[in-house]
């Protein structure tokens, strides 16, 4: 298991583009969440896909949208891209019935906004 | 609003000496708490969580639910502890578990 998987790994893009980053979750996981890491803050949580809906968001802006497919796979969309929106974005898979468990996080996208 | 709080963004210590991670959380429930670690060029992992009361690579972290702590400790430092470590606090919300971290700490180890 080759655990959480994200492409791609880096990605340019200029303001006003839009992007769409994906995620694969460790086999066996059914739940995916998204993070933004700016330079040097911590994880700020964008929201959390499952059964294909959007369970919960964290405060961000309706330009962050997000799918997850039948096997549980997961594409982040930004529209409009701000120079903010450089960041990290980590994907993250764990089982919905065990909330309280660990979440196993990806590699990360690093996007740059020029 | 949940919070958490690592007051120390970068803290350098020489290897065999004590470390100690600061960690303070703000919610009034009962809270989950943990520690993630990230090591260079890796990904964000788990270190420890406190329900479980494990000590992992010799580190280890006992809940203060009075001061609203959750410090990670280790005895002895050593050279391959040099890492980002981040403190993340998970409360129920809506049936669902919201996860919050902090900015993270850099712990850099000197030989």
């Known amino acids: 298991d080759a655990g959480v998987t994200q492409s791609p790994t880096h990605l340019i893009k200029t303001r006003g583009q839009q992007v769409t980053l994906r995620c694969s979750p460790k086999?066996?996981?059914?739940?995916v969440s998204w993070y933004q890491q700016a330079l040097g803050q911590g994880p700020q949580f964008i929201f959390q896909?499952?059964?294909?809906?959007?369970?919960q968001r964290g405060n961000f802006p309706d330009r962050f949208s997000g799918h997850q497919f039948p096997n549980y796979s997961s594409e982040l969309n930004v529209n409009a891209l701000l120079l903010g929106d450089s960041a990290l974005y980590l994907c993250a898979s764990s089982l919905w019935t065990e909330q309280q468990e660990t979440q196993y996080f990806g590699p990360g996208t690093r996007l740059l906004v020029l | 609003a949940q919070r958490v709080t690592q007051p120390e963004k970068l803290l350098s210590v020489f290897k065999g000496a004590p470390v100690e991670l600061k960690c303070n959380y703000s919610?009034?429930?009962?809270?989950?708490l943990f520690w993630y670690v990230q090591y260079s060029r890796q990904r964000l992992q788990l270190l420890l969580r406190?329900?479980s009361r494990e000590s992992i690579k010799g580190f280890t972290a006992d809940l203060n639910k009075g001061e609203t702590s959750f410090h990670l400790k280790k005895p002895f430092a050593q050279e391959e502890d040099s890492a980002m470590y981040y403190c993340?606090?998970?409360?129920?919300?809506?049936?669902?578990?919201?996860?919050?971290f902090g900015i993270g700490t850099k712990l850099q180890v000197i030989p």
């Open positions: 406190h329900i």
């Open positions: 993340a606090l998970s409360v129920p919300l809506g049936g669902y578990q919201k996860v919050t």
């Open positions: 086999s066996g996981h059914d739940t």
């Open positions: 896909y499952y059964e294909e809906e959007e369970r």
């Open positions: 919610y009034s429930g009962s809270p989950e």
